[in-house]
């Protein structure tokens, strides 16, 4: 992996339209549906659209908090490595894990294999996805997130990032599939 001390590459365009404080808020239901969106999955080499899963399998959005390829968040790296870890504990329940970040698709495809990912990973630069879902933002890149999605696509939990709990923790999202 390389090293966090490398910050060439973050005072980027996307940097600079994240940078102002934007609190997430709290807009979607419980029990609802939520935002569909169309995102190219780096890791598979395929687009993945959301609505495709309904009725199919119930999906965790993991929004995740990536500055570049070489830089990741403190709260979001041991995040994203946890996830990547259980990915199967997922799988094995029928649940997809959709991490989206807002790196472009070759910052993605440098993440991807940094990590060694085998989750999806959805990018998501211009940041649409992360605005329809209202997880906020702060010094240049979105916040986390977690939304945990049943079958239907209905909304059965969510996380909003704050500084005293940064990302809803494996157990808890599994929990929330039951």
Known sequence: MVTSTDFRGLLNERFFRNFLPIPAIDKLRLGVGTPDFHLPDITNGTAVKL???RGKQP???AFTRIFTEKQYC????????ALNENYEQFKSRGIEVLMITSTDEKQSQLVVKDLGLRMPLLSDPSCRVFRKYKVGQA?????PAQFVLDKEGKLLYKHLFSF???NANV????KEFN
């Open 51 to 53: 609505s495709d899963y």
């Open 59 to 61: 999906v965790l959005l």
């Open 74 to 81: 403190p709260f979001c790296f041991p995040h994203i490595k």
């Open 139 to 143: 010094l240049g890149a979105p916040l």
């Open 164 to 166: 005293l709990d940064h």
């Open 171 to 174: 157990e808890t999202l599994l």
